[in-house]
């Protein structure tokens, strides 16, 4: 799902989303946890986040990714 348009793609903008999964897989929450300076840019990064499907986590970091997330740097 992360996909960028030319004008963004040759800029060397770098952003990270925060991630928080449920037990299933399913997303809870997304935000910007480091902005890229380029609103366009964070909102097609946090749109790639929030189209994307994940897999149920282990039991054991399920936990964690609940209450604490999980740290997506973009460009993938």
């Known amino acids: 799902f992360w996909n960028l348009p030319s004008y963004l ?21 997304a935000e910007i946890y480091e902005s890229s300076g380029n ?5 097609r990064a946090l749109k790639a986040v929030k189209d994307a499907s994940f897999p149920p986590p282990s039991a054991q970091v399920a936990a964690r990714l609940t209450k ?3 740290i997506l740097g973009f460009p993938l």
């Open 9 to 29: 793609k040759d800029k060397g903008l770098k952003c990270r989303i925060r991630v928080f999964i449920g037990t299933t897989g399913n997303l809870l929450t």
């Open 39 to 43: 609103s366009d840019y964070d909102a």
């Open 68 to 70: 604490f997330g999980i």
